[in-house]
């Protein structure tokens, strides 16, 4: 199985910027894509991001403009890099990945909190 590690979760002001990070037990070449996704308070988790394991990035509407996703596969390592960040972003994120035979795997979550 692959274990998936997220950090980089915490209290940030509006405006503000945070950048979190998920590492895979696994080496990165045998994860085909790997995504953000994020559940608020009271709503339904939500694809925010994702990025293959050549680098071909997609981001929802939502977040276009301020969230960047990025890969380091020697790290074994996804990034997303959160910008701008307003109250609405508050949530718990959660790391997404499809190994390259198929199987699923999640993180435990990291959560982000931002104040206005």
């Known amino acids: 199985q692959v274990q998936l590690v997220e950090s980089g979760g915490g209290l940030v002001q509006a405006g503000g910027s945070l950048t979190l990070s998920c590492a895979a037990s696994?080496?990165?070449?045998?994860?085909?894509?790997m995504a953000w996704y994020r559940q608020a308070p009271g709503k339904q988790r939500e694809l925010i991001a994702t990025?293959?394991?050549?680098?071909?990035?997609s981001v929802v509407d939502s977040v276009k403009g301020r969230f960047t996703i990025s890969r380091d596969n020697a790290k074994n390592t996804v990034y997303l890099q959160m910008n701008s960040l307003k109250s609405a972003d508050t949530a718990v994120y959660y790391c997404?990945?499809?190994?390259?035979?198929?199987?699923?795997?999640w993180g435990k979550g990291t959560l982000v909190t931002v104040s206005s």
């Open positions: 990025i293959s394991r050549v680098g071909v990035t």
């Open positions: 997404n990945a499809v190994h390259i035979f198929g199987m699923e795997y």
């Open positions: 696994t080496r990165a070449a045998t994860i085909n894509t």
